[in-house]
């Protein structure tokens, strides 16, 4: 009843001169554990406040025409993670490059997260879960495809598995500044950072957000913390966060709790936040849904005010909760959600007169009940 609802690679040189009036000078900085030290900046940098916005290029021609390498520059930070509560995994990430979401972020519900960032090997993601997936730690299978990559000391990794083992790899040729940082049940990472305070204060975010929310809130805590003392020295562009569940599935595609990503946006953590906000509403939309299939009105109407009441301006959410209404009988208490939608949209009104012929009412004469003017008897 309820209707639910070129390919384009710069070369590094590219890339800074995108922005070459913010470019670093040579200092030593933070390397990870285990790794050698990047090459890292020698002085504060000044330059233009963060988040200022998506760099505009010139179009080179159809999508997938474009050929070279495979490794993309998504310089970035982000966080893996294992709830030590529900056993939910996940990542986050923000980055200075377009669609970080596609690039970075993996996982597998009751398997691991994994970020890959950096110069981008999208195969540390698959290859990664599929040797967790047969047992092997996070720490383990991580070194294992380290070592089989010729360009390891490019990339930049975060790995944790339903376990809560965590690991994280900083090449030595990652920009500066870039740190790894690995603790307990998570890892983050940064790299081409403003200042070599992100990772860690990431990390103490993360930490300092236990207990309050859930695994989505403590990701978005360690985002807005790296934010918050520098982030990317390039600025802001796209971030992505991917939630799944802890429990291993034969339909893995039905256990994402979370997969949501801003492509291109001058505040995209920000957007993340109020789009995680937004799918958790529509999940109560869904709750709702699965209440009236079990016969538990009032169990559907709390989860649908409860959505409504998180998003006041989404007319879809009152509009499909007064059809619930009025379709199991509740048509007085349904009227004034009718007419909150119908104010926002005359849209709304439309789709009500064509309603019947779908079936999404069962008594047709119910439209001409709801149709009528405010005030008007029955």
Same mark, same amino acid.
């Given at each position: 009843m309820h209707v639910r609802l070129a390919r384009i690679v710069f070369c590094l040189a590219a890339i800074t001169a995108c922005d070459r009036r913010h470019e670093p000078a040579p200092r030593h900085g933070v390397a990870a554990a285990g790794s050698a030290a990047p090459s890292t900046p020698t002085a504060a940098v000044a330059r233009a406040p963060y988040c200022r916005g998506a760099s505009a290029f010139t179009a080179f021609g159809p999508i997938g025409t474009q050929t070279g390498s495979t490794e993309r520059p998504a310089h970035t930070f982000s966080i893996v993670a294992r709830d030590p509560v529900t056993g939910d995994l996940g990542v986050a990430v923000q980055s200075h490059w377009f669609s970080v979401g596609s690039m970075v972020t993996w996982a597998e519900p009751g398997v691991g997260a994994i970020a890959t960032q950096s110069f981008v090997e999208p195969a540390y993601g698959p290859k990664g879960l599929a040797l #967790?997936? &047969?047992g092997m730690p996070a720490p383990d299978a991580m070194a294992k495809l380290v070592a089989e990559d010729p360009q390891s000391a490019v990339r930049q990794l975060g790995f944790v598995d339903a376990r809560g083992r965590a690991a994280s790899h900083t090449g030595s040729k990652c920009i500066a500044f870039a =740190?790894?940082? +690995?603790? &307990?049940?998570? $890892? *983050? %990472? =940064? /790299?081409? #950072?403003? /200042? &070599?305070? +992100? *990772?860690? $204060? #990431?990390?103490? $975010?993360?930490?300092? $957000? %236990?207990g309050k929310g859930d695994l989505a809130d403590r990701l978005l805590a360690a985002l807005d913390a790296g934010q918050a003392v520098g982030g990317d020295i390039r600025g802001c562009q796209s971030a992505a966060i991917l939630v799944v569940s802890g429990t291993r599935s034969a339909t893995p595609w039905k256990e994402k709790k979370l997969d949501l990503r801003v492509e291109d946006s001058p505040a995209p953590i920000d957007e993340l936040h109020r789009l995680v906000n937004l799918a958790r509403a529509y999940d109560r939309m869904n709750q709702g849904d699965a209440a009236i299939e079990r016969g538990d009105l009032p169990a559907a109407v709390r989860h649908y005010s409860s959505a409504a009441a998180s998003v006041p301006d989404n007319a879809e959410m009152v509009y499909w909760q007064a059809v619930t209404l009025a379709d199991h009988g509740q048509l007085d208490q349904a009227r004034p959600l009718f007419e909150r939608a119908f104010a926002a949209d005359p849209a709304w009104r439309e789709l009500t007169r064509r309603s019947p012929a779908a079936g999404l009412f069962h008594d047709a004469s119910l439209v001409e009940q709801i149709l009528k003017p405010s005030g008007t008897a029955h």
């Amino acid at each position: 009843m309820h209707v639910r609802l070129a390919r384009i690679v710069f070369c590094l040189a590219a890339i800074t001169a995108c922005d070459r009036r913010h470019e670093p000078a040579p200092r030593h900085g933070v390397a990870a554990a285990g790794s050698a030290a990047p090459s890292t900046p020698t002085a504060a940098v000044a330059r233009a406040p963060y988040c200022r916005g998506a760099s505009a290029f010139t179009a080179f021609g159809p999508i997938g025409t474009q050929t070279g390498s495979t490794e993309r520059p998504a310089h970035t930070f982000s966080i893996v993670a294992r709830d030590p509560v529900t056993g939910d995994l996940g990542v986050a990430v923000q980055s200075h490059w377009f669609s970080v979401g596609s690039m970075v972020t993996w996982a597998e519900p009751g398997v691991g997260a994994i970020a890959t960032q950096s110069f981008v090997e999208p195969a540390y993601g698959p290859k990664g879960l599929a040797l #967790m997936h &047969d047992g092997m730690p996070a720490p383990d299978a991580m070194a294992k495809l380290v070592a089989e990559d010729p360009q390891s000391a490019v990339r930049q990794l975060g790995f944790v598995d339903a376990r809560g083992r965590a690991a994280s790899h900083t090449g030595s040729k990652c920009i500066a500044f870039a =740190s790894s940082h +690995v603790g &307990d049940g998570y $890892a *983050t %990472q =940064s /790299n081409l #950072m403003g /200042n &070599d305070k +992100v *990772t860690s $204060a #990431m990390a103490a $975010a993360y930490e300092a $957000a %236990q207990g309050k929310g859930d695994l989505a809130d403590r990701l978005l805590a360690a985002l807005d913390a790296g934010q918050a003392v520098g982030g990317d020295i390039r600025g802001c562009q796209s971030a992505a966060i991917l939630v799944v569940s802890g429990t291993r599935s034969a339909t893995p595609w039905k256990e994402k709790k979370l997969d949501l990503r801003v492509e291109d946006s001058p505040a995209p953590i920000d957007e993340l936040h109020r789009l995680v906000n937004l799918a958790r509403a529509y999940d109560r939309m869904n709750q709702g849904d699965a209440a009236i299939e079990r016969g538990d009105l009032p169990a559907a109407v709390r989860h649908y005010s409860s959505a409504a009441a998180s998003v006041p301006d989404n007319a879809e959410m009152v509009y499909w909760q007064a059809v619930t209404l009025a379709d199991h009988g509740q048509l007085d208490q349904a009227r004034p959600l009718f007419e909150r939608a119908f104010a926002a949209d005359p849209a709304w009104r439309e789709l009500t007169r064509r309603s019947p012929a779908a079936g999404l009412f069962h008594d047709a004469s119910l439209v001409e009940q709801i149709l009528k003017p405010s005030g008007t008897a029955h």
